[in-house]
């Protein structure tokens, strides 16, 4: 394309994208079609990959095509493997997309779908985009060290000692979570259960077929990878409708949680090219497949939002969650903006994958433009519901009421108007029994998911069929989470326990292995135990620790790459994480202070606490908000500290009173410069 062209067409998304957005932030009064939404986000992340990322790659980062990676200089078959860039995206995107971007986008939707949308699409160019790629190749520079040793390295012994505190206890917080909401979708649905469990084998024989029959062979095992998994799919309808098949796979919530446990310890100890890598890059087939359909659908049935831009509830007495629009709005949003969880895939697995520089740019940068695409598809599928078909789905039952009667006439009460006999309606369509008071997000995407699909794709006889689909989906896009995840923790133990003893250290070394994936199993499995067995389902005591856990760890990362931008000499580039690191720790302090301290018992953990103990409540609940309360506090303390040393190290430098050195393993030329021409 001549250069005049190619200016004048970014002209032309650049002007689309800024009409988008000003029709959907200035739209008042009458519904929108959700087509505006995609066309907005859609533009701005091109504009924003083409030029933001590229400015970054090029004035910041400096990109080296001829630099080796740590993938081919420190090659082992197990940790370190240099990796197809598609197979690494493909990974890399599994591995970050989790329960952020499903359910969080769709619990804001409270407060309208004007606020979550502008938060999504300007926090991902600007800061989750960033962070993700600034995080991925400074980790690549340190031999795939880890967000924590990179930390006491730049930072200092102690912000480094500080970081690995705060860093190990948020992972461990997020992965419970993480097996918590999967343990919930898939408990007593042996479709999901048996399509979900036919992916271990299916990834097993993509490792052996690309590792020893037909290496090299992308294009062929993806093909083959994405047949098996639509048959996966069917076979997961076709045993839900067998009860010799589907008793085996209807499991209860203990039964699936020791699944869980032991799926995440094989993951952390096999090698990645066996499981791990094949697996995330088979479950992007599903994720992308899915959101294409979804994108599809919206573009071809083009519907209205029936969502206000802004709800009464900006005032923070929403029923969904209680806190005004900021903070909240920002905790609750969580992933499909920014997340802490990123910094730790790029600085753990990815790392160790990739074969050159030049493609961090598209792995770090590109695979989080994709997630943020699947938060404004959450945003798109809870808004097109009817509001009081929102509220009804997920207001619980201590404040909308019980019964469906009683629950119809507290939300109509509200504005939105909604019937019992309507949503009795609804649950038929879908295969359940009621939607009421069915809360935590993921029911109500999946609602809006089939609503979608079915107009487009099947009509309502299918209804049913799409909506486990839809809950299948979003079980299949978080466990890929937490298998990485617990790689990644395993790493953090192995090079914490390599001080005391070196041979633990070698991530190389089965013993070592073994261990040190027990033990981060062992940690996240403790607390995923405890939610399963606690009375209201244990994401009402774990579900508000993850919004600030996941947003701290994203400023404990932005603290460390702004340090290693001051160490390079590129000062004046420091704006580029340093902005997003000052709105992190705006939004997640107030929030914290909030949760911990707030009078409101529907808002702080202590004066829930209170409440539950002045009127005799379960001792159970009044611990976890206790516990909430301390863990909340701890790791604010915890980033606190790290943000005190990073700014001191900052000053000494600029200053000029402490030398700027970075940690940087020392150049080697690539082997592979020759194939990239």
Known sequence: MKPSLRVLLWIAIALLGALAVATIALHRGEQINALWLVTAAVCTYA???????????????????HRATPAERLENGRDFVPTNKWVVFGHHFAAIAGPGPLVGPVLAAQFGYLPGTLWIIVGAVFGGCVQDFVILLFSVRRDGKSLTEMAKEEIGPVGGLVAYGSVISILIILLAVCALIVVNALKQSPWGAFTIAMTIPIALLMGVYLRRLRPGRVLETSAIGFVLVLAAIWGGQWASQTPAVGKYFTLTAPALAIAIIVYGFAASALPVWLLLAPRDYLSTFVK???????ALGIVAMHPMLHMPALTRFIDGTGPVFAGKLFPFAFITIACGAISGFHSLISSGTTPKLIRRETEIRMVGYGAMLCESLVAIMATVAACVLDPGTYFAINSPAGIAGQLPETAARTISGWGFPVTASGMQALAHSVGEQTLFNRTGGAPAFAVGMAHIFSSSLGGQAVMALWYHFALMFEALFILTVLDAGTRVGR????????????????T?????ILTTSGLICAAWGYFLWQGVRDPLGGINSLWPLFGIANQLLA??????????IIKMHRAKYALVTLAPLAWLVTVTFTASWHKVFDSDPRIGFLAQARQLA???????LIFNNRLDAVVTGVLIVMVTLILLESARQWLDILSGRKAARVSETPFVVTRLAEEQG
Not at 47 to 65: N, Q
Not at 508 to 512: A, E, F, G, L
Not at 614 to 620: C, I, V
């Open 491 to 506: 790493f953090m133990i192995q090079d914490a326990l390599g001080h005391v003893w070196k041979p633990l250290g070698r």
């Open 555 to 564: 400023a404990v990362a932005l603290c460390v790459a702004t340090t290693i």
């Open 288 to 294: 992308l497949g899915t959101i294409g359909l979804l």
């Open 508 to 512: 190389s070394w089965y013993p070592s």
């Open 47 to 65: 504009v924003g990959y083409r030029f933001y990322s590229k400015y970054i790659a090029a004035k910041l980062l400096a990109l080296d095509a």
């Open 614 to 620: 002045a009127a005799g409540g379960n001792a159970r």
